[in-house]
């Protein structure tokens, strides 16, 4: 069921029971290799279904259960999986299934007994096409996801990671996927393949592009099917006008209302509003955690030095003070740039806060007083902080010096009374003169 055209494959299209594949014609002879593939994966219900693979097998796939490939290949399966088959609320996904040519594929478990590495990623109606980077090399396979909330091309981040992996020497690369109850359009945008080579190995000259006449019969055939698609919706909505779609799938059956199943266009975009806002969230909430790391920490280190100053202190009384003094300046010293550190980042955090508050919907009010209480309870640590440094200074200097100041020397008298007579004198006779000589 695939259909080619100039700029892009559908897989699938958003029908019933379609399966659909691309293969390369020859096989590829590369020892380590990355492909990089760009696809988009959209349709008008809240769940989709089945999903998108990424093949790398000795032989080229047919048409079969796996996401529209034959099961019992050889190589490994990437698999973006949209439909939760077991009910684990953990779809869509990626997993990677590796298989040696017996393996059968477990569906109602969604892979998850089967699959080598895993992560958890939305790639259905995103702003912008998903990008995957998969890298072979030297037995480990590396999984990057770009989740197309952007429009960096960049801007991957880690999904999976197998080692210690064997992949045949040579093998085809292919793309399937398939619709069951639930339907989507499965488009790949783009697959670019390249060789990866060691340092001091030649390499290889790319191959030619398709031909123009190719392109023009794809062209053709795309327009063609294209025109049939249509007649066939137009019969399907004549002969069922009341029938809106039956969601269900080979695995599982469930029954929702049609206002249930299907999203406008401004509902998809507050959910992926939310989304972004909710990875912001959780992302604070790892700072969060991080911050309360360092604070036990610092804690504990104020706790380990006590305790050696009071050894100290024991060992040798008459030098506790000049000892207590020097620590107390050092971990008053060490507080205090811990602190600033904290302080810092916390600032930072309450930017991000309020750039948040200003981007979300009143719907997420709650997901806002949940990360301003994460603050005040960064701000009571500090608090606590503070005052068991107040504690340490307070219990380590002498209870002499807490309640009174050092006394200061006197002075010696240098003046008599005789002499300040005499002085007094001299200054009125001088002060007198002056006055006549004026």
């Given at each position: ?5 100039a700029?892009?494959?559908?897989i699938?299209t ?7 594949s691309?293969?390369?014609k020859?096989?590829?002879i ?5 492909v990089e593939?760009?696809f988009?994966?959209t349709g008008r219900?809240?769940?989709?279904a089945?999903g998108l693979?990424i093949w790398?097998t000795e ?6 259960p796996?996401f529209?490939a034959?099961?019992?290949w050889n190589g490994?399966?990437i698999f973006?999986d ?6 684990k ?5 990626v997993?990677v299934v ?6 059968l594929y477990?569906?109602q478990?969604d892979g ?7 992560c ?7 702003p ?5 980077k ?18 960096d091309?960049?801007?991957y ?5 197998v080692e210690d992996?064997?992949l045949p020497s ?10 069951g109850?639930?339907?989507?359009d499965h488009d790949?945008?783009s697959?670019?393949t390249?060789?990866l080579?060691e ?10 592009e398709?031909?123009q006449?190719d392109k023009?019969k794809y062209q053709e055939?795309f327009?063609?099917f294209q025109q049939?698609?249509?007649k066939k ?6 002969e069922h006008?009341?029938?809106?779609g039956?969601?269900?799938k080979t695995?599982?059956?469930f ?6 199943l299907?999203e406008t266009v401004s509902?998809r975009?507050?959910?992926?509003i939310?989304e972004?806002?909710n990875?912001i969230?959780?992302e604070i909430k ?6 309360d ?5 610092q804690?504990?280190?104020v706790?380990a030095?006590?305790?050696e100053i009071?050894k100290?202190?024991?060992?040798f009384?008459g ?5 207590s003094?020097?620590?107390?300046e050092t ?7 811990v602190?600033?550190?904290?302080n810092?980042i ?10 948040i508050s200003?981007?979300?919907h ?7 007083y949940e990360?301003?209480q994460?603050f005040?309870?960064?701000?009571e640590?500090?608090?606590v902080v503070k005052r068991?440094?107040?504690h ?5 200097m002498p209870?002499?010096e807490?309640s009174?100041?050092?006394d ?11 002499h300040?007579?005499?002085f ?9 003169g002056y006055?006549?000589?004026?």
């Open positions: 069921d695939a259909i080619p055209s700029d892009q494959i559908r699938t958003s029908l019933k029971s379609q399966r659909g691309v293969w390369t020859n096989k590829s590369f020892e380590y290799w990355e593939v760009t988009r994966v219900g809240r769940i989709g089945d693979a790398f032989e080229q796939g047919l048409e079969g796996v529209g034959a099961d019992k490994v399966g973006f949209s439909f939760d088959n077991d009910g609320k953990n779809n869509p996904g997993v590796g298989n040696n040519g017996n393996l477990d569906h478990n998850s007994t089967q699959a080598l590495a895993s958890q990623r939305d790639f259905r109606n995103k912008y096409p998903v990008r995957v998969i890298t072979y090399y030297q037995k480990t396979l590396t999984v990057l996801i770009n989740n197309g909330f952007t429009p091309k960049e801007d981040e880690f999904c999976a990671k992996m064997v040579q093998g085809y690369f292919g793309i399937s996927a398939a619709t109850g639930l339907a989507d790949v945008l697959f670019l390249f060789q080579t340092p001091g190995k030649e390499v290889p000259i790319p191959d030619a398709i031909p006449k023009e055939e327009e063609h049939e698609l249509d919706k137009e019969e399907f909505q004549k006008p009341d029938v809106q039956q969601p269900g695995t599982c059956a029954f929702l209302s049609a206002d249930d299907f509902d975009e507050l959910r992926q939310f972004g806002q990875r969230h959780l790892q700072l969060n955690r991080q911050l790391m360092i604070l036990d920490e804690r504990r280190y706790s030095v006590t305790d009071a100290r202190g024991a060992g009384p030098q506790q003070g000049q000892v003094q020097q620590e107390i971990v008053v010293k060490t507080q205090e740039e602190i600033r550190q904290v810092e916390r600032s930072s955090m309450a930017d991000t806060l309020r750039l200003g981007a979300q009143p719907g997420s009010a709650a997901g806002v990360t301003a994460h005040n309870d960064i701000k640590h500090l608090h068991d440094i107040e340490l200074v307070q219990r380590n209870s002499s807490k009174k100041c050092p200061l020397p006197p002075f010696p008298s240098c003046l008599s009374t005789m300040f007579f005499i007094v004198a001299v200054q009125t006779v001088l002060f007198i006055i006549m000589y004026r």
